[in-house]
C-alpha cells in the first residue's frame, strides 16, 4: 500500500514537472479580466490625461496637463498634507497596533473572545469610520458633551475643532480606529507562528524586556509589520470618502482634489483631475510594490505571513 502511494506521488509530481504552465492556465481567465479593467481603465485615464478628450473638442496629445498641475503651487500644499496625514496616521496606527498585537497574543488565549471584538472594525467601512468620528470629535459630538458635563470645557465652542480642522485630526483618528485591528492581526498572526522558544531562550539569558522586544520580537515582525504599513500608507494616501466627510476645504488632500478638478463642470479641467489621479496611483504602486518586495523577503526567511 505505502508502495503504491509513493509511486501515484512520485507519477503527480513527475506530471506536475512536464506541465510547469499549467498554473497560469488556470489563472489565465482571472487574470485577463482584472488586465482588461484595470489596465484598460488605466490607458483610458492616461489617454485622457494627455489630453484627448473629445467630448470637449479636445484631441491633441499633450503633457501640458501634466505640466501645469505640478506647476501650480497649491499642488505642493496639498502634496504635503497629504504625505502628513497618510505618513503620521501610519506610524501612530503602528505603534498602538505593536502594543495591542503584544497584548493579544499574551490573552486571546484565555479568552477568544477579546480577539473576536477586536476584529469587529475590519466590518465597518471607512464612511461609517468617518461618520462616527463626527458625532464623537465634533463640537458638539460626544467628547464635547461628556466634557462640558464634567467641567472640562465651559461650553460647545471652547471645545477644540479636531473635524475639518488644519491639522487633520479627525482624518488620523477615523483611519487609525479603523486600520489598527488590521495591522495588529497580521503582526498576531506572525507572533502566533513564531512561538515563544526564541523569547524563552532571552530570558533564560537575563534579557530585559525592552532587549527581548528588540532583539527577539521586532525583527520577527518587522516584514510583516513593514508590510502593513505600507499598505495602510497607500490607502490613506489614495483614499477619497474620509477626506472629502472630515477635511477641510482648503488645502485640500490629493484624492480629493483629484475628485473635484474630474468632476468640475467645466469638462477642460478633467486632464487635470485624472493628471493628479496619476500622480497618486504612481505613489500607491510604489508603496503596494514595497511592500510586496517585503512579504517575499519574509517568505525566503521562513517567517509565516
Given at each position: 500500500?505505502?508502495t503504491?502511494?509513493?509511486?501515484?506521488?512520485?507519477?503527480?509530481?513527475?506530471?506536475?514537472?512536464?506541465?510547469?504552465?499549467?498554473?497560469?492556465g488556470?489563472?489565465?481567465?482571472?487574470a485577463a479580466?482584472v488586465?482588461?479593467?484595470?489596465?484598460?481603465?488605466?490607458?483610458l485615464g492616461?489617454?485622457q490625461?494627455?489630453g484627448?478628450?473629445?467630448?470637449?473638442?479636445m484631441?491633441e496629445?499633450?503633457?501640458?496637463?501634466?505640466?501645469?498641475v505640478l506647476?501650480?503651487?497649491d499642488f505642493?500644499?496639498?502634496?504635503g498634507?497629504?504625505?502628513?496625514?497618510?505618513?503620521?496616521?501610519?506610524?501612530?496606527?503602528?505603534t498602538?497596533?505593536?502594543?495591542?498585537?503584544?497584548a493579544l497574543?499574551?490573552?486571546?488565549?484565555?479568552?477568544?473572545?477579546i480577539?473576536f471584538?477586536?476584529?469587529?472594525p475590519l466590518?465597518?467601512?471607512?464612511?461609517?469610520i468617518a461618520?462616527?468620528?463626527?458625532?464623537?470629535?465634533?463640537?458638539?459630538g460626544?467628547?464635547?458633551?461628556l466634557?462640558?458635563?464634567l467641567?472640562?470645557?465651559?461650553?460647545?465652542?471652547?471645545?477644540?475643532?479636531?473635524?475639518?480642522?488644519?491639522?487633520?485630526?479627525?482624518i488620523?483618528a477615523?483611519?487609525?480606529w479603523?486600520?489598527?485591528?488590521?495591522?495588529?492581526?497580521?503582526v498576531?498572526?506572525?507572533?502566533?507562528g513564531?512561538?515563544?522558544?526564541l523569547l524563552?531562550v532571552?530570558?533564560?539569558l537575563?534579557?530585559?524586556?525592552?532587549?527581548?522586544?528588540?532583539?527577539i520580537?521586532?525583527?520577527?515582525?518587522?516584514?510583516?509589520l513593514?508590510?502593513?504599513?505600507?499598505i495602510?500608507?497607500?490607502y490613506t494616501f489614495?483614499?477619497?470618502?474620509?477626506?472629502?466627510l472630515?477635511?477641510?476645504?482648503?488645502?485640500?488632500?490629493?484624492?480629493?482634489?483629484?475628485y473635484k478638478s474630474?468632476?468640475?463642470?467645466d469638462?477642460l479641467?478633467?486632464p487635470?483631475?485624472?493628471?493628479?489621479?496619476l500622480l497618486?496611483?504612481?505613489v500607491?504602486?510604489a508603496?503596494?510594490?514595497?511592500?510586496?518586495?517585503?512579504?517575499q523577503?519574509?517568505?525566503?526567511?521562513?517567517?509565516?505571513?
Amino acid at each position: 500500500m505505502i508502495t503504491r502511494t509513493t509511486t501515484a506521488i512520485s507519477e503527480a509530481r513527475t506530471r506536475a514537472a512536464r506541465r510547469p504552465t499549467a498554473p497560469f492556465g488556470l489563472l489565465a481567465p482571472a487574470a485577463a479580466v482584472v488586465v482588461l479593467l484595470f489596465g484598460g481603465s488605466l490607458a483610458l485615464g492616461l489617454v485622457q490625461s494627455l489630453g484627448y478628450l473629445p467630448a470637449a473638442g479636445m484631441s491633441e496629445l499633450t503633457v501640458a496637463h501634466f505640466i501645469r498641475v505640478l506647476g501650480d503651487p497649491d499642488f505642493f500644499i496639498s502634496l504635503g498634507l497629504t504625505f502628513y496625514i497618510a505618513l503620521t496616521s501610519t506610524v501612530v496606527a503602528c505603534t498602538i497596533s505593536v502594543a495591542a498585537a503584544l497584548a493579544l497574543n499574551a490573552l486571546a488565549g484565555r479568552s477568544r473572545i477579546i480577539y473576536f471584538v477586536f476584529q469587529i472594525p475590519l466590518t465597518v467601512p471607512h464612511l461609517v469610520i468617518a461618520v462616527a468620528v463626527v458625532f464623537m470629535l465634533a463640537p458638539n459630538g460626544l467628547l464635547s458633551r461628556l466634557m462640558l458635563n464634567l467641567g472640562l470645557v465651559d461650553s460647545s465652542a471652547a471645545f477644540p475643532l479636531l473635524v475639518n480642522d488644519r491639522w487633520g485630526v479627525g482624518i488620523m483618528a477615523a483611519y487609525v480606529w479603523k486600520e489598527v485591528p488590521f495591522i495588529s492581526l497580521m503582526v498576531l498572526a506572525v507572533l502566533r507562528g513564531a512561538g515563544s522558544d526564541l523569547l524563552d531562550v532571552g530570558r533564560t539569558l537575563k534579557a530585559g524586556r525592552w532587549q527581548r522586544f528588540r532583539h527577539i520580537t521586532l525583527p520577527i515582525i518587522f516584514p510583516s509589520l513593514g508590510a502593513a504599513c505600507l499598505i495602510v500608507f497607500a490607502y490613506t494616501f489614495g483614499a477619497f470618502e474620509v477626506p472629502y466627510l472630515l477635511g477641510q476645504t482648503y488645502p485640500l488632500m490629493l484624492p480629493v482634489w483629484a475628485y473635484k478638478s474630474y468632476s468640475d463642470v467645466d469638462l477642460l479641467s478633467r486632464p487635470e483631475g485624472i493628471a493628479t489621479g496619476l500622480l497618486i496611483a504612481a505613489v500607491v504602486t510604489a508603496a503596494v510594490a514595497l511592500a510586496q518586495s517585503l512579504t517575499q523577503s519574509a517568505r525566503r526567511r521562513g517567517v509565516v505571513l
